[in-house]
């Protein structure tokens, strides 16, 4: 009995500590995107012209930081709704979530990737993949979150549901917008970042419709 | 009932989480500014009077990093006093701190920009550009959480009229300085500082005058 | 009296800050490793041929990334387990703490140290006594944390135990796999990684069996 | 009294959210340290031999690099036990705290000057002036907070006292470290670490003694 005590206290700051590690991976990821928006150098820039001219041409380091904000953004609140519904943690779902971490922490360098070689589908293959890592990640946790019973009891009963839901919508979507590639990874881009400007702007699931 | 239980607890976290993904973001910015001062090679320096020039040398990176430093301070306090005042966030307001957030981790990079060009307009105006964005969607966060009845119950009637007015100063103070770089790009730099130090030594509105 | 009150909540405060701390230096320290990972040169990729070939020679980076990944999940777990079972601090167990993240920051350096030089036997002593000492640490604090009675009073009679047995048998085979360089550093990288995969994926010691 | 209610909730929030920020930049600032231990290049390592004299040159770094994070474990520390005797913060408070969070980022800076530089005076003594300024805004911060009341209402009566005098020993110490500098700055280096390691290994004063 004492031991049950013991372990609810410890599995509950779990999810603390969880989330704080995932914000703070979160924070880091977010904000490392941007040391690919380099700095033109002084050598290349001697007036006003030659600086626009140089903004101007960082667009696919600025589409490709953007496009890569947003996907850590969505996924920062899908992981953080997934969370919020916890009622412990243990350490099979602790060890999921640093695995979902640890796909955060690609994003970075897939994203540099991507902004390099923009043109060549293998990039794009690239980001995608670790798009999918992401997804199948968070579904994972979830579907386990459930079987363990880790959820609160006050859970509504559609919300899991829902949650995979949106998870398998968003997925099929991205795996139509990586598929573009085929005609021209322009087509790919412009895809995705609609998708996620799409949830993003205007969010289709709410856990409080009524 | 149950599903309104539900939907108050994952909000209630929300704002915390939201918190915490704030403080990341700005502690990893804040900190990611020092990397423009850079440290003289040590081929350029053979004696201390090499590095006492190279030192005086640093001073435009050392006074966009101090102003920078101040901008992410001032729009810090900024963003916590609101989110000390909501009761709870939902999906809407969530993205709308998101996207301030993609402003505060542009601006290492409108910094380094402005360091490395400090007497070019068009740098000073994608820095002042930045400042704009941020101001902007501060503003807009607290039109919508209050809108949306976010807000605490017990918030005092003329708080909400004291942040937006507050917001709009500040703007058009900037605004003033972005301007003066029709004469010269250090004028606009100065009033700049000088505006922030305002705000950050001498805050005008208090939320508890009396 | 007041001394004593006074004094416990200043420790109690202090496991939470201590805990934000190792998150955020676990966070920086876990997003940092992927600064390894290089995007190729643009001058060295023509084709999407040439990007497959350049990912491919990218092997060394990413298995070493993973393993640090690995390292820092299973120190991060191992640490909070610890932290969760306080019900206080002091300023000696903190300054040990601040030993063990000292010890998380110097991860990066040796993890790129191996990605490097990954052939080579010095390389891979030196990653491992960064494990030797995050070890050893950990091992120190918990000591430190039951003899000054900092853990909570209901921790579970065989958990102590548990713990170190935990921390002595992990190292025992971090031993085993630095020894096996003696053979070949890749023999030695391969047993380390197998090794972290089972505390990852299998973890044999649980708190709440039964 | 609605008004005095909503503000003691704000500022209470405060005292959390400026120990969350704080964390955050030591964090950051601590693991950002370790970027100026540089791995030797391929080029210059060609066997065990050359990886190892490659190692004893980074020396300098090394030490550095310990001083350094020994500076903000001590500051940390420092900082976190005064918000831990906070019953809430305002404005004022806040922005001293952010202008002691400015020194802190300088710190990475300071720390590679004299990494790069570390047989120059100029370098130990803007090493020192960092330190000095952490000092000097971190004994303003608490005298400031004594004088507004923010201190909780159970503060024994001789930590105030306590607090100050720490501050005062120490720069005093470390004063006289830089001022060793005259003789060579290697005995400035070996002081200040010997200064730093009694205060982490062996802390003097004590809350709670009796």
Redesign the interface.
Known sequence: M??????N???G??VE?L???S?????????????D?R??T?EA?H??HD??HA?VALAPQFITY?MS?LTL?IF??GQ??Q???LARA???L??IH?AF??AV??T??ST??LA??IA????LL?YWANILLLGVILYASWGYAIRASLV?D???ED?PAAVCRRIKIAQALYAVGAALCLINTTWSIAFIVLVQLNY??A?RI???R?
């Open positions: 004492t031991v049950k005590l013991s372990y206290k410890v599995a700051q779990s500590r989330a704080a590690l914000d703070g991976i979160f924070a880091v990821a977010m904000t490392l995107l941007v040391l928006l700095v033109p002084i820039v007036s006003e600086l626009g903004m953007l904000f953004g920062w609140v953080q709704t969370l919020n519904h243990n350490r099979d602790s060890w640093i971490l640890f922490t690609l970075p360098f540099s990737l390099h070689f060549l589908r293998l990039a690239a609160k006050d859970l509504p919300v993003a702007v969010p709410r856990f409080s009524r």
